[in-house]
């Protein structure tokens, strides 16, 4: 009698398993005892247990075949195009193996993690929660969704997400660390501290762990304590760059001779042609970038920022003309009739207060003050316009840089439902029951014309500092994501120019509908100007708006531990001893410098 192969049994249990599932899981079960590591045996018997309606067993079987999957030669080769980062085998591979067997939980996790790696968050989200339909029990697939929706900024499902992860693995310090960072994006700061605590007494070891504490620690105001988590992790790990730039980030501490060669050793340990270790390697730059410039040393100061910058500029690849063209659209689209037309259209709510600009502008002091009034709540720098915007290009037109286009053809109940969406998806970030509340992200200056349709009765106050003081911050700073512009000086001279071209035209075509606050002018008196700002906001003067930085509310931005200072011009001229390498940022600004503070008559 000829013996039966491995996969004639497979293929002869398959044609059973619609009329006769239990045969089906019989002979499942019988290929299993003669290979136990077979995964697709494993997958067979959960397709017979889900017709025969045994859901729970049927989850476990497909848990099963993801153990199974490491003596699987096809999957171990998608793996292997994975941690090689060869993206479209590793897709090509997986999509083969769900066109033969669309419950694959093995392959559905990897290609979710395919989807991920280039963006596509919302199909990582479904393939997913499709892996988890099958196989309810699997905790890594659970763990990617958590971080999938960390990525979208939906961090409350995130630290729910990650609340069941840990129950099944309550000793993996990452899930531990993703869960306390989520909770601080949604204000939950005195238990992301309380976790991080727990953490890093059981891990003392983890230097990223020691760095994420210092992170929690700095939010909330506590920088001796940032400080002393910061040296544990160096003590922990002496090379971790990010660690030695958190540091140079608190702006005010000094770094001392001894903190620059320990910095030179970690930068000169690093083979060139490591590429892995770019991002070690360039938090070290920022960091000398600023050691020597504590230590007045203005050229090798320089030298490290170009360096750093360098790196950074080469892993993002900003292209100036993108933000350009939408300046240019939203320009030529957003006219007085424009606005006329569409007056009384989106969410009438009042209750946002948006302070936008260029980062490193003032924004965060102009927050902490305005955060400090009776009627005001501070949150942080909120995601949702720009994903709004981008979601909306990308629904209607498939490109999410289109948004203009797609803001012009909107109708008007999609207008009110978006800004009702804003509202909803940042009352998270509201902890009282005051009226208005803050969002800062800086970048929202880009979508002025979307707050005006979506938010008609939101406020708007542009933050504006002087282009080279403001300009320089920014080339200084290593920012943990985005502001992609920022690593050029070209392209940061480029972007301020942008910033102001739309911002001009926005005074012109909707007139008072944005309030300036001149950084210098606040610096020069600051109570006329608060006074001014307070009465534009329709809102009376309070004392405490003027004692800000006696407020202990968190703040994450960079400036965090500046606003915790009274006003002071410390910030001021901060670019003169750079003058020498800072040519290509003057050209860049063209006349939007020599018109400073008011916009050229022409530009564009």
Not at 126 to 150: D, H, I
Not at 177 to 187: D, E, H, M, P, V
Request: hydrophobic letters at 45%; aromatic letters at 8%; one cysteine or more.
């Amino acid at each position: 009698m000829a013996t039966v192969t491995h996969d004639q049994a497979l293929a002869n249990a398959h044609q059973l398993l619609t009329d006769q599932p239990g045969a089906a899981l019989a002979q499942a079960r019988a290929i299993l005892e003669r290979v136990p590591t077979s995964a697709a045996a494993h997958r067979l018997a959960a397709h017979a247990l889900r017709a025969l309606g045994r859901e729970d067993e049927a989850g476990a079987a497909s848990l099963a075949a993801v153990g199974a999957a490491i003596h699987d030669p096809a999957m171990i080769e998608a793996a292997l195009a994975l941690a090689d980062d060869r993206l479209p085998d590793a897709e090509a591979a997986l999509r083969q193996r769900l066109r033969e067997d669309a419950t694959d939980v093995a392959a559905i996790r990897m290609l979710a993690e395919v989807a991920g790696r280039i963006g596509r968050y919302g199909d990582a989200e479904k393939l997913l929660s499709r892996a988890l339909a099958l196989a309810p029990g699997f905790g890594a697939a659970r763990a990617n969704l958590a971080t999938v929706y960390y990525k979208q900024n939906r961090f409350a499902e995130a630290a729910t997400t990650l609340d069941a992860v840990l129950a099944g693995d309550p000793d993996n310090p990452a899930h531990a660390n993703l869960k306390a960072a989520a909770l601080g994006r949604i204000g939950g700061y005195d238990e992301a501290i309380a976790l991080y605590t727990t953490l890093t007494e059981r891990f003392p070891a983890h230097a990223k762990l020691w760095m994420s504490y210092g992170h929690m620690l700095k939010t909330v105001g506590r920088q001796d304590d940032s400080v002393a988590a910061y040296r544990r992790g160096l003590a922990a790990e002496p090379g971790l760059g990010e660690i030695w730039w958190s540091l140079a980030n608190l702006k005010t501490i000094r770094f001392d001779a001894a903190d620059r060669a320990a910095m030179a050793a970690a930068l000169a340990a690093i083979d060139d042609g490591d590429a892995a270790r770019d991002d070690d390697r360039l938090h070290l730059h920022f960091a000398l970038g600023k050691a020597y410039d504590d230590a007045g040393e203005a050229e090798a100061s320089f030298g490290h920022y170009a360096a750093g910058n360098a790196i950074r500029a080469e892993q993002l690849g900003y292209d100036a003309a993108d933000t350009r063209a939408v300046v240019d659209a939203a320009i030529a689209t957003c006219t007085p009739g424009f606005f006329a037309e569409r007056v009384g259209q989106g969410d009438p709510a009042p209750d946002p207060i948006f302070i936008l600009g260029m980062p490193r502008a003032g924004s965060t002091l102009v927050e902490q003050i305005l955060a400090s009034h009776s009627a005001i709540e501070g949150t942080m720098e909120l995601p949702d316009i720009p994903a709004i915007a981008l979601g909306l290009g990308r629904d209607a037109l498939g490109e999410g840089r289109r948004w203009v286009e797609a803001l012009a053809a909107a109708a008007p109940e999609q207008l009110a439902d978006l800004g009702a969406q804003y509202l909803r998806d940042t009352a998270v970030q509201r902890k009282t029951t005051k009226p208005f509340y803050i969002d800062k992200l800086p970048n929202n200056w880009l979508y002025v014309p979307l707050i005006r349709m979506i938010l008609p009765n939101a406020r708007i106050i542009d933050a504006r500092r002087h282009p080279l003081d403001c300009c320089f911050s920014n080339f200084r700073q290593h920012f943990a994501k985005g502001q992609a512009f920022s690593y050029r000086l070209t392209d940061m001279g480029a972007y301020y120019r942008d910033y102001v071209r739309l911002m001009a035209h926005i005074d012109a075509v909707q007139p008072g509908r944005v309030h300036r606050v001149i950084h210098e002018a606040l610096l020069a008196d600051p109570e006329a100007e608060v006074r001014a700002l307070l009465g534009w906001l329709d809102l009376p003067f309070e004392d405490a708006c003027m004692a800000f930085h006696a407020n202990a509310r968190a703040v994450r931005t960079a400036s965090s531990e500046q606003v915790r200072r009274p006003i002071n011009r410390d910030g001021v001229d901060q670019w003169r001893p750079y003058a020498a390498w800072l040519g290509p940022l003057e050209d860049a600004l063209g006349p939007v410098l020599s018109a400073y503070p008011d916009a050229p008559a022409d530009d564009g």
